[in-house]
């Protein structure tokens, strides 16, 4: 009776060992879902920060600002080296 007592037990214990188990990788693939679902928009957020980036700092764009600024490119005689 003993033994059959002490096989009960750790059964139950196994059971309840590997449904803890179970819980916890359900909890981390929950987990792990949320982070790639973060690192998702953070991705989509940073690339259309470079586009606005790469926008901004255009050529054409910054020749329109630099004409409407009224500034211009230096002559030769305007400017000075510095070694």
């Known amino acids: 009776m003993s ?12 059971c309840f060992i590997y449904v803890w188990q179970q819980n916890g990788a359900v909890r981390m693939g929950l987990a792990v879902s949320a982070l790639q679902n973060e ?3 953070i991705n989509a ?3 259309a920060l470079r586009v606005k980036i790469t926008s901004i700092l255009s050529l054409d764009k910054m020749d329109k ?3 409407e600024k009224r500034l211009y490119k230096p ?9």
């Open 3 to 14: 033994r059959l007592l002490i096989a009960a037990v750790f059964a139950v214990c196994c």
């Open 39 to 41: 690192y998702d928009k």
């Open 45 to 47: 957020e940073n690339d």
């Open 65 to 67: 600002i630099a004409k």
């Open 75 to 83: 002559s030769e005689k305007e400017t000075e080296r510095i070694d």
